[in-house]
C-alpha cells in the first residue's frame, strides 16, 4: 500500500469492514489532517498515557477524540506495541465498520503539537468539513 513521503505504515490490521478504497480514502484524510491528528495524539499521551485517536465519521463531519485506558481489544495490541514519540494509532469508525491504524511521520507527534500551540487542539473542538473524510 502506498504511502505519502514522510510516512509509513507500520500496521494497519483489518478490523471492520473497510474495503481497500476506503483505506486509501482514510489514509488521504490521515495525511491530509497529519499535523493535527498528531497533535491531538502526543496531547492526549501527556495527558492520560498511551491510547489511540479515534475519528467517528458522520455525514457533516468528524467526531475526533482520544482514547486511552481499557480499550477494545480490536485495537489494544496496536496501542500497547506503538512508540508514542514517533507513532500514532488512529481508529477510523464508519457506520458499517472501523479501521484502526499504527503510522509514523514527520513531523512527529511531539512537533506537530508543538507547532499546534496557536490553535485548539481540543479534540471535542474539531470538526473535519464534509468530503475530508469518505463516508
Given at each position: 500500500m502506498?504511502?505519502?513521503?514522510?510516512?509509513?505504515?507500520?500496521?494497519?490490521?483489518?478490523?471492520?469492514?473497510?474495503?481497500?478504497?476506503?483505506?486509501?480514502?482514510?489514509?488521504?484524510?490521515?495525511?491530509a489532517?497529519?499535523?493535527?491528528?498528531?497533535?491531538v495524539?502526543?496531547?492526549?499521551?501527556?495527558?492520560?498515557?498511551?491510547g489511540?485517536?479515534?475519528?467517528?465519521?458522520?455525514?457533516?463531519?468528524?467526531?475526533?477524540?482520544?482514547?486511552?485506558?481499557s480499550?477494545?481489544e480490536?485495537?489494544?495490541?496496536l496501542?500497547?506495541a506503538?512508540?508514542?514519540?514517533?507513532?500514532?494509532v488512529?481508529?477510523?469508525r464508519?457506520?458499517?465498520?472501523?479501521?484502526?491504524?499504527?503510522?509514523?511521520?514527520?513531523?512527529?507527534?511531539?512537533?506537530?503539537?508543538?507547532?499546534?500551540?496557536?490553535?485548539?487542539?481540543?479534540?471535542?473542538?474539531?470538526?473535519?468539513?464534509?468530503?475530508?473524510?469518505?463516508?
Open positions: 502506498a504511502v505519502e513521503t514522510g510516512f509509513r505504515d507500520i500496521d494497519a490490521p483489518d478490523i471492520g469492514v473497510g474495503s481497500d478504497d476506503q483505506m486509501s480514502g482514510d489514509f488521504d484524510a490521515i495525511f489532517n497529519w499535523q493535527y491528528l498528531a497533535a495524539a502526543w496531547r492526549g499521551y501527556e495527558n492520560y498515557g498511551c489511540a485517536v479515534v475519528v467517528s465519521v458522520a455525514v457533516d463531519c468528524a467526531d475526533v477524540t482520544y482514547a486511552s485506558g480499550l477494545p480490536s485495537y489494544a495490541r496501542v500497547a506503538y512508540n508514542p514519540l514517533d507513532e500514532v488512529i481508529v477510523v464508519h457506520a458499517d465498520g472501523e479501521q484502526a491504524y499504527r503510522l509514523g511521520g514527520l513531523p512527529t507527534p511531539r512537533e506537530c503539537a508543538a507547532q499546534a500551540s496557536h490553535y485548539a487542539t481540543s479534540a471535542n473542538l474539531y470538526c473535519v468539513p464534509r468530503g475530508c473524510l469518505p463516508q
